[in-house]
C-alpha cells in the first residue's frame, strides 16, 4: 500500500469545508430565531416607510413634470394598456362568433359562404378627429 503522505490542499479544503458547515449551522439558528425576526422587523419598517414617503413625492413631482411636458405618467399609460386589453379581448371573441356564425351558415349555402364577402360599410368614407387620452 503505497502512502502519499502529506496532503496540504486535502487539508485545507477538509478545514474550509468544516468552516463553512459550522458558520452556515450558525445563521440558520440565528436568523430562525425570533428575536432575530423581531429586530429585522424593528430595522425595516421605518426604511420601508421613508421608501414610501419618497416615492409618493416623487410620483407627484414626476407627475407634474410630465403634465407641462405633455407627456403621459405612468398611471395614464396602465390605463391605456387596461382598455387596449379590453378592446383587444372584445375583437378576439367578436372575430371568433363571426367566424362560429360563417360556419354555421356555410353548411347549408356549400361552396359560396367560403367566399370572403366586402363589407358594405369598408366603401363608406369614415369622418376622423383627434381623440384624447380621456375620451379613449
Known amino acids: 500500500m503505497a502512502d502519499k503522505g502529506f496532503d496540504p490542499m486535502k487539508l485545507m ?3 474550509r469545508d468544516t468552516g463553512m458547515d459550522a458558520w452556515a449551522k450558525l445563521m440558520l ?3 430562525g430565531s425570533h428575536q432575530y425576526q423581531r429586530m429585522q422587523g424593528f430595522i425595516s419598517k421605518p426604511t420601508l416607510l421613508a421608501i ?18 405633455n407627456m ?5 399609460v396602465l390605463q391605456i ?3 387596449l386589453t379590453h378592446i383587444e379581448m372584445a375583437l378576439d371573441d367578436l ?4 367566424d362560429q356564425l ?7 349555402a356549400g361552396a359560396a359562404a367560403s367566399k370572403p364577402q366586402r ?8 369622418e376622423t378627429r383627434p381623440v384624447s387620452a380621456k375620451d379613449a
Request: glycine fraction near 12%.
Open 29 to 31: 439558528r440565528l436568523t
Open 95 to 98: 372575430a371568433a362568433g363571426l
Open 72 to 76: 403621459p405618467s405612468r398611471e395614464e
Open 13 to 15: 479544503r477538509d478545514a
Open 52 to 69: 414610501a414617503m419618497f416615492r409618493k413625492a416623487s410620483d407627484s413631482t414626476m407627475g407634474g413634470v410630465l403634465g407641462n411636458l
Open 119 to 126: 363589407s358594405p360599410s369598408r366603401d363608406v368614407p369614415t
Open 81 to 83: 394598456s387596461q382598455r
Open 102 to 108: 360563417r360556419r354555421s351558415a356555410g353548411a347549408g
